[in-house]
């Protein structure tokens, strides 16, 4: 007959992940493939993925009706199971913390030009002691002339020039 262990012991044992996590899954890896189509297409050469993969996300690049775009996006989130994610995900990482740097560096910069231009002349002290290479009269030649061109309300040749040997200082 009926053994009562066996009416207990009939549930099912855990076959993987549910079909929820699934999909969540899959949306996670179309979400990736949406990432890293949104670079150029040097940086999706440069991501270290198989050749098949790079070129479908550049096929995905170039489509324009929105309803084609959504389905490659699908068939590269498809195509990305087989691939490991981790090295493309430390490569997307790395672009963005390296983005957000340069953009923290060009503010920075920004803001020694407008001191500058402005008449502070203390942070000229700064650069050469952040920088000693730094051509002290150059700079400060440019930031009066930076101060002339606003106060007369020309274009900012000077500022721009400015901005340009600063940069070249931090780089």
């Known amino acids: 007959m009926y053994d009562a262990d066996d009416l207990y012991n009939d549930e099912e044992e855990f076959s993987?992940?549910?079909?929820?996590?699934?999909?969540?899954?899959?949306?996670?890896?179309?979400?990736?493939?949406e990432k890293l189509m949104?670079?150029?297409?040097?940086?999706?050469?440069?991501?270290?993925?198989?050749?098949y993969f790079i070129e479908e996300v550049l096929d995905a690049m170039a489509i324009k009706s929105h309803e084609a775009k959504r389905r490659k996006v699908q068939y590269i989130g498809k195509l990305i199971?087989?691939?490991?994610?981790?090295p493309l995900v430390e490569f997307l990482e790395d672009i963005e913390t390296g983005n957000r740097a340069d953009n923290m560096k060009f503010h920075a910069l920004e803001q020694w030009r407008d001191r500058l231009v402005d008449g502070d002349f203390s942070v000229l002290d700064e650069?050469?002691?952040?920088?000693?290479?730094?051509?002290?009269?150059?700079?400060?030649q440019l930031a009066r002339n930076?101060?002339?061109?606003?106060?007369?309300?020309k274009p900012p040749k000077s500022a721009r020039a400015l901005f340009k040997t600063l940069r070249?200082?931090?780089e």
């Open 16 to 33: 993987g992940p549910s079909r929820s996590q699934k999909k969540r899954e899959m949306i996670a890896l179309q979400k990736l493939a």
């Open 38 to 51: 949104t670079l150029g297409p040097e940086l999706v050469k440069k991501c270290g993925l198989p050749d």
């Open 81 to 86: 199971r087989d691939v490991d994610t981790q």
């Open 127 to 140: 650069i050469v002691e952040k920088h000693p290479q730094a051509d002290r009269q150059r700079i400060s």
């Open 146 to 153: 930076a101060r002339k061109e606003k106060d007369k309300s």
């Open 168 to 170: 070249e200082l931090t």
